[in-house]
Every structure is written in structure tokens, then in C-alpha cells.
């Protein structure tokens, strides 16, 4: 059964580093967002992203993050200078027609 | 935005005991999903289900979307059913499809 995949599993970085986190749709899905998820916490929406741009986000994508699916394949989130309160669970999801969504294993992000 | 509600916020059962899980939602929705955060972290999609019965299992759901609420059934649970259970759900609009998750029920079940 096609999945999304998401690398890498898990990201350490220091404060101010920028990071890049990859994810690897299902084939022919057309819909794509990232959702992060607070240790503890439920899980938010950040963006979503549709015909090569992006078609909604929240409060929470601030100028620092940014998305991208350079090559047709992979889907990315950019977060520019990280912050210690970024550190969270970082999600991608996929949906063919922009309902039913499937979720990736998550990238866990730690900022020291 | 949509308000989602989930109750009981944790739940403990005896392995073998039936349960229902609560989502409540503030607007009308034509996407909703449960799912499993197993202990590693990952979400394992259970059903989409923005309305009517389906079952899968031990594990059932109905949403009645007119009333604005969702049921998960947990039948004769087993210690793997441990994790948190999410409802998510969406108003689909074409290009914008996002989720709003509840704050989730974490389900403890014991031997």
C-alpha cells in the first residue's frame, strides 16, 4: 500500500540553524500540508499547498518557514533560523482530491 | 475557525471492555478522520468518515453530521489499542482542505 515518507526521523539542531524537512508524497496524491505537533500537544496546521503553491496557512507560518517541491517529488518545509519553541513533531500529509489526508510517520524536531 | 471536542480526555479500560470515544465538532464539516498515535509518535489513519457507519474490525465509527458529532467503538479491547485517539476534521473547499485536530482521548488499556 503506497505511504508518505518523511525523512529524517528525527533532527537535532542549535538555535538559529536552519533545517529542511523532506517528505515524500503518495504518487499521485495532488494536495499537500504540514502539521506539527507540541510534545504533549494536539496536532496543528502550518500549511497546505496545491498547484505549486500555497493555498492556505496559519498564524503559526510566519515569515521563518517555507515549502517547496523543487523536483516533482519530494515536498519540504524550510524553517529559516530556528527557535527553541519550534522544537515539535513535524508532520506531512498528502490527499488526492483534498479530503481524505494521509499522514506521514513525522520528522521529530529538537532545538537546543 | 471549527471548535473540536473530545471526551472523556482519558480513558482507562480492563483488556476485554468495550468503549466509546466522543468528538464533537462547532460548524458543518464534509471531512472528518480518526486516528491512532500509536507510542512512537506516528498517526495511523482509522477512518474517514464525514458521515454514516463504517466498521473495520474491532473498531467501528459513525458520524452524524447534521448533529455535528462522531462516535469511535472500541470493541473487546486489546493492551495495543493503548495511545492517543484523534478526530480531525475539515471543511473541504477545493484548494483549502486543512484539519483541525481535538485535543485527542489517551486510552490506557491494562491487562
Known amino acids: 500500500e503506497p505511504e508518505v515518507t518523511q525523512t529524517p526521523s528525527h533532527q537535532v539542531t542549535q538555535m538559529g540553524q536552519e533545517v529542511i524537512l523532506r517528505c515524500v508524497p503518495i504518487?499521485?496524491?495532488?494536495?499537500f500540508y504540514w502539521y506539527r505537533q507540541i510534545l504533549g500537544q494536539k496536532v496543528e496546521f502550518l500549511v497546505s499547498?496545491?498547484?505549486?503553491?500555497?493555498?492556505?496557512k496559519s498564524e503559526i507560518f510566519d515569515d521563518q518557514f517555507s515549502v517547496e517541491r523543487p523536483d516533482g517529488s519530494n515536498f519540504t518545509l524550510k524553517i529559516r533560523s530556528t527557535k527553541l519553541e519550534d522544537s515539535a513533531m513535524y508532520f506531512c500529509?498528502?490527499?488526492?482530491?483534498?479530503?481524505?489526508?494521509?499522514f506521514g510517520p513525522g520528522t521529530r524536531l529538537t532545538v537546543l | 475557525g471549527i471548535q473540536v471536542e473530545q471526551s472523556p480526555p482519558d480513558l482507562i479500560l480492563q483488556e476485554g471492555a468495550n468503549s466509546t470515544l466522543r468528538c464533537n465538532f462547532s460548524?458543518?464539516?464534509?471531512?472528518l478522520q480518526w486516528f491512532h498515535q500509536n507510542p512512537w509518535g506516528q498517526l495511523i489513519n482509522l477512518f474517514y468518515?464525514?458521515?454514516g457507519t463504517k466498521q473495520n474490525g474491532r473498531l467501528s465509527a459513525t458520524t452524524v453530521a447534521t448533529e455535528r458529532y462522531s462516535l469511535l467503538y472500541i470493541s473487546s479491547s486489546q493492551t495495543t489499542d493503548s495511545g492517543v485517539y484523534f478526530c480531525?476534521?475539515?471543511?473541504?473547499?477545493?484548494?483549502?482542505?486543512?484539519?483541525?485536530f481535538g485535543k485527542g482521548i489517551t486510552l490506557s488499556v491494562r491487562p
Open positions: 500529509a498528502t490527499s488526492l482530491a483534498g479530503a481524505e489526508q494521509f
Open positions: 504518487s499521485n496524491h495532488l494536495y
Open positions: 499547498f496545491y498547484n505549486n503553491e500555497i493555498s492556505e
Open positions: 460548524d458543518s464539516v464534509n471531512n
Open positions: 468518515i464525514p458521515s
Open positions: 480531525a476534521v475539515g471543511r473541504n473547499t477545493g484548494a483549502n482542505s486543512k484539519l483541525t
